[in-house]
């Protein structure tokens, strides 16, 4: 069992930045990939970009590649999403995921084994 919990959003101006963490516990000694994935309101779950456990293979959607980045530290095992240049479509419920083959390309919902309960990023314009 890994479990996952995020944290980090807010309201923001469009334009802003915003750091999103996810910090994980439970299942030491695994492996695993971690992805992030947005819902708008009124829309489905969309993928925005993973990152494997050594951090060096990294998968952007191509929306938030050159704005977001992502990034981890197993040390404290937390992933971070530092997101740029915001913008009100990104306005969403943020979740983080946990891939325990550890892919840093799943990009589909069933591709995780462990999910987060959310934290709403909104952009005014």
């Known amino acids: 069992q890994v479990h996952l919990v995020e944290s980090g959003g807010g309201l923001v101006q469009a334009g802003d930045s915003l750091r999103l963490s996810c910090v994980a516990s439970g299942r030491t000694g695994s492996t695993y990939a971690i992805g992030w994935f947005r819902q708008a309101p009124g829309k489905k779950r969309d993928f925005v970009v993973a990152i494997n456990w050594s951090g060096g293979s990294t998968y952007y959607t191509e929306s938030v590649r050159g704005r977001f980045t992502i990034s981890r530290d197993n040390a404290k095992n937390t992933v971070y999403l530092q997101m740029s240049s915001l913008k009100p479509e990104d306005t969403a419920v943020y979740y983080c995921?946990?891939?325990?083959?550890?892919?840093?390309?799943?990009?589909?919902?069933?591709?995780?084994?462990?999910w987060g309960q959310g934290t709403q990023v909104t952009v005014s314009s």
């Open positions: 995921a946990a891939d325990l083959h550890n892919n840093p390309f799943s990009i589909r919902e069933w591709e995780y084994d462990y």
